[in-house]
Nanobody, 121 residues
């Protein structure tokens, strides 16, 4: 089982930027999908972005499209660049590894521990 470790997160003012990183304990194979989800306070976990590792194909939630960018930082690390942050982006953010190009949390087997992102107005 792959272990995923987050770095980044914290408190930022609205319209600010943050970068989250997710490092895997081993190489991320080209067939894998790396994804970011978030769980706002009192709400269900929701899809944010994903990337098919080998070809770099990406998918974004409508709520973050044009503001967030998911990318491959290196062979073992995925990154989520978040710009123009809004208070409604406040949530615990999780990275996950799976094999299917899907936005459904239960389809992902490996999860990071989560990192808090708080956007103040």
């Amino acid at each position: 089982q792959v272990q995923l470790v987050h770095t980044g997160g914290g408190l930022v003012q609205a319209e600010g930027s943050l970068t989250l990183s997710c490092s895997a304990s081993g190489r991320i194979f080209s067939s894998a999908v790396m994804a970011w989800f978030r769980q706002p306070p009192g709400k269900e976990r929701e899809f944010v972005a994903l990337i098919r590792w080998g070809v770099g194909r990406t998918l974004y939630a409508d709520s973050v499209k044009g503001r967030f960018t998911i990318s491959k930082f290196n062979v073992t690390t995925a990154a989520l660049q978040m710009n123009s942050l809004k208070p409604e982006d406040t949530a615990v953010y999780y990275c996950a590894r799976g094999v299917d190009f899907t936005t459904i949390p239960s389809d992902y087997r490996d999860w990071g521990q989560g990192t808090q992102v708080t956007v103040s107005s």
